[in-house]
């Protein structure tokens, strides 16, 4: 069964671009959580959707948004970027409803904005 | 507020020594308590956890005893591994509200 994927792996983009990452949960999983890497802030929890519909939010400001497909693939965007929005972006997955012992996680996609 | 504490790193020892390392909380209520590794260039793997006090989850030779009177979840393996080296993330679950909240990570170096 092949495990959750993330994509791209590595982005650079620069101040007040956007942009989006996308998740594709482990195949049959419904729940898709996103969280962000940073060496200051460590791990932190930005969002969890399940089917097609957001469950909870981290403390986030609107900048950071997502959605989830029919397909339970999830998209996470983030607009106007700042340099503090640099940071490993992990995803994970879930059978049902996220209880962390049943989360999947993918290796991260890597951004980092100049 | 909530939060996790870990001891910070990095924590380098030699194969086959013991290792702790410590983890405290902050939270209103009975979290569940969690411990996770991330290996070079992987995502986070869940390592072992525990739903109530006194409950000690453990895996792969690590262990971890759910301290209520003292707000602790301590990670300890007696014999470690080269492949033991790893930034390992302490966490809890707020059960109100289903949040996570995870430490900051201590990265462990095992040198053989």
């Known amino acids: 069964k092949a495990g959750v994927t993330q994509t791209p792996r590595y982005l650079i983009k620069t101040r007040g671009q956007q942009v989006t990452l996308s998740c594709s949960p482990i195949s049959g999983h419904r729940s898709v959580s996103w969280y962000q890497q940073t060496p200051g802030q460590g791990l932190q929890f930005l969002f969890e959707y399940f089917s097609e519909t957001q469950r909870n939010k981290g403390n986030f400001p609107g900048r950071f948004s997502g959605r989830q497909f029919s397909n339970s693939r999830s998209e996470m965007n983030v607009s106007t970027l700042e340099l503090g929005d640099s940071a490993l972006y992990l995803c994970a997955s879930s059978l049902i409803e996220r209880t962390t012992d049943t989360q999947y996680f993918g290796p991260g996609t890597r951004l980092t904005v100049l | 507020g909530d939060s996790v504490t870990q001891m910070e790193g990095p924590v380098t020892l030699s194969e086959e020594a013991f290792l702790t390392i410590n983890c405290t909380y902050t939270?209103?209520?009975?979290?569940?308590l969690f411990w996770y590794v991330q290996y070079p260039g992987e995502g986070l793997q869940l390592l072992l956890k525990a739903t109530k006090a006194d409950d000690k989850g453990s895996n792969k030779g690590f262990e971890a005893t759910y301290r209520k009177e003292t707000t602790s979840f301590h990670l300890e393996k007696g014999s470690v591994q080269v492949s033991d080296s790893a930034v390992y993330f302490c966490a809890l679950i707020l059960n109100r509200d289903d949040k996570i909240i995870f430490g900051k990570g201590t990265r462990l170096h095992i040198l053989p």
């Open positions: 939270a209103t209520g009975y979290p569940s």
